[in-house]
T-cell receptor, first 116, second 111 residues
Framework: EAEVAQSPRYKITEKSQAVAFWCDPISGHATLYWYRQILGQGPELLVQFQDESVVDDSQLPKDRFSAERLKGVDSTLKIQPAELGDSAMYLC??????????????FGPGTRLTVT | GNSVTQMEGPVTLSEEAFLTINCTYTATGYPSLFWYVQYPGEGLQLLLKATKADDKGSNKGFEATYRKETTSFHLEKGSVQVSDSAVYFCANGGATNKLIFGTGTLLAVQP
């Protein structure tokens, strides 16, 4: 069964350092999402891609976060510089197309980031 | 705007007990509604969904009915098992499938 792949699974970094996460969606899925899940809370959407274009980054802290999906397949989320408050689980999800009511998003296992 | 409020946990039940996890939503228009589940050490996965009023989503013995009059989508299961222990998230997909998640409810089922 196809799955969303993410790496690394765990990352520990010092504040002010740069950190990057990678996601490979299910083959053929045009839409890719990055979520942040703080411990004890539900996931919050950071950015949504349709193919290689950003369609929603309204909740992305653009002063330190960036995301790209250059060829419309895999994606990288970067934080520079990392802050203590960035400690969270970063989840990637994909779906066939956006906007269709009730369409399932498939989630990867996530990257657990700890900023010290 | 769109939001979702779900019952706080943890919920601790004995095996074979009846489960209800409450979820209510606010939305402009008629959103699609979801329950996702996160088992220990795993990613979120879709449990069930409903896209219009009075729809009932069901999967693995779990059910939830989209109630427009009470703006609710409560999750129920008649007889829980130890293997159902997980965190359950209610999500509001709005009209465009942009998911707004609740805070999650931890369910612990004891043998």
């Amino acid at each position: 069964e196809a799955e969303v792949a993410q790496s690394p699974r765990y990352k520990i970094t010092e504040k002010s350092q740069a950190v990057a996460f990678w996601c490979d969606p299910i083959s053929g899925h045009a839409t890719l999402y990055w979520y942040r899940q703080i411990l004890g809370q539900g996931p919050e959407l950071l950015v949504q891609f349709q193919d290689e274009s950003v369609v929603d980054d309204s909740q992305l802290p653009k002063d330190r976060f960036s995301a790209e999906r250059l060829k419309g397949v895999d994606s990288t989320l970067k934080i520079q510089p990392a802050e203590l408050g960035d400690s969270a689980m970063y989840l990637c999800a994909s779906s066939l197309q956006p906007g269709d009511r009730g369409q399932e998003q498939y989630f990867g296992p996530g990257t657990r980031l700890t900023v010290t | 705007g769109n939001s979702v409020t779900q019952m706080e946990g943890p919920v601790t039940l004995s095996e074979e007990a009846f489960l209800t996890i409450n979820c209510t939503y606010t939305a402009t228009g008629y959103p699609s509604l979801f329950w996702y589940v996160q088992y220990p050490g795993e990613g979120l996965q879709l449990l069930l969904k409903a896209t219009k009023a009075d729809d009932k989503g069901s999967n693995k013995g779990f059910e939830a009915t989209y109630r427009k009059e009470t703006t609710s989508f409560h999750l129920e299961k008649g007889s829980v098992q130890v293997s159902d222990s997980a965190v359950y998230f209610c999500a509001n997909g709005g009209a465009t499938n942009k998911l707004i998640f609740g805070t999650g409810t931890l369910l612990a089922v004891q043998p």
